[in-house]
């Protein structure tokens, strides 16, 4: 078993400790927004409507919170870019 510690590095497990988290944060976004139009079509008698458009609404905030985290980095890497480049 010792042998095959050297798999699991720290690399390996940064990376599954950021993909999960980017799954977790589609998954919680898409479920809150879904519920939170539910709550609304129960409360308005509107059944499905207020569902599809909080989901679509979870969807957005999802891939705006990924946008967030995911924003330092791309700064960065332009920024390492425009210093490679040589100016004529």
């Known amino acids: 078993m010792g042998k095959h510690m050297g798999k699991f590095g720290p690399?390996?497990?940064?990376?599954?400790r950021f993909y999960s988290g980017l799954a977790l944060r589609i998954g919680i976004s898409l479920l809150l927004g879904f519920l939170g139009g539910y709550v609304l079509d129960l409360k308005f008698g509107t059944r499905p409507w207020f569902a599809i458009l909080g989901f679509f609404v979870g969807v957005g905030l999802g891939f705006w919170s990924i946008y967030n985290l995911?924003?330092?980095?791309?700064?960065?890497?332009r920024s390492v870019s425009r210093r490679g480049?040589?100016?004529k």
């Open 85 to 87: 480049r040589r100016k």
């Open 70 to 77: 995911v924003k330092p980095d791309i700064k960065y890497k």
């Open 11 to 16: 690399r390996l497990l940064e990376a599954f």
